[in-house]
């Protein structure tokens, strides 16, 4: 898969040298491209925002400077791929569709993602209308919270999609078993979890998981995503369906 990242902060991205994201990017099953934004403008200040039409607070980021970027980035992403392939744009932003697990899966599917992070109040909205169909731009949230601009939600996004890329997790099981993973766990969150000692300043291990009696280990770990699930995330315990509680106790 190959990423490219349009910031003014390229450096913020250095984490995806380590890890995870390092050895797969060593292994070429990530490409990743970082691009300075402020290498399109053409003033001395290499200004990139504005303040906003209709007044108010902040400033938001020029229309020009970002279609510059994304023309430039696309044809680079071609002259290397040498097909009319296109990316999928995606613009870290409160107000878009929630990122979730489901998100992750659709995007680890795709050959070639754009990310936009903006800084300030966002990028003039005409951007996003520009490549909306031809990129199937897509606005996303990573959470209801403000954060200072995109680049963290980025660095969110690249490491959950990238995770689910063949060959990065040692493990392909633990794909499926992710909390929020679609199937069996769907809509569950994942429960409590322990290795040696079995003993640690006087807490045991439940002693059903040292019992080696499958059936017993699995409902056990059920029934404490399920107890967890309701606890801290009602709402998801509500899409559970029926069966999920037909099949256990329904005192968890
Ligand atoms: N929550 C966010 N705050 C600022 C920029 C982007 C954001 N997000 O969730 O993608």
Do not use: C
């Amino acid at each position: 898969m190959r990423v490219d990242i349009i910031s003014i902060f390229p450096e913020y991205f250095a984490p995806l040298d380590v890890s995870l994201m390092g050895k797969a990017r060593e292994r070429g099953i990530l490409d990743i491209h970082l691009h300075q934004l402020r290498d399109w403008t053409h003033d001395v200040h290499k200004t990139v925002d504005d303040t906003p039409y209709g007044g108010g607070p902040g400033m938001v980021m020029k229309p020009e400077i970002w279609g510059a970027a994304v023309d430039a980035v696309i044809g680079e992403g071609r002259a290397v791929s040498g097909e009319d392939t296109l990316p999928r744009m995606i613009v870290p932003t409160p107000s878009g569709r929630p990122f979730t697990q489901e998100v992750a899966l659709e995007y680890a599917k795709e050959p070639w993602l754009l990310f936009a992070p903006a800084r300030y109040e966002g990028i003039d909205s005409r951007v996003v209308a520009e490549y909306g169909a031809r990129l199937r731009a897509d606005e996303v949230s990573i959470g209801d919270y403000v954060l200072a601009g995109g680049e963290a939600a980025v660095l969110v996004m690249v490491e959950a999609v990238g995770r689910l890329l063949p060959g990065v997790l040692g493990n392909a099981r633990s794909v499926a078993d992710d909390s929020f993973a679609p199937g069996a766990m769907a809509n569950l969150l994942e429960g409590p979890v322990y290795t040696k000692p079995p003993v640690w300043r006087g807490h045991e291990v439940p002693e059903v998981l040292l019992s080696g009696h499958h059936g017993r280990i699995a409902r056990w770990r059920r029934d404490e995503a399920l107890r967890r699930t309701l606890e801290r995330r009602p709402e998801l315990a509500a899409r559970l369906d029926r069966e999920s509680f037909d099949k256990h106790d329904r005192r968890v």
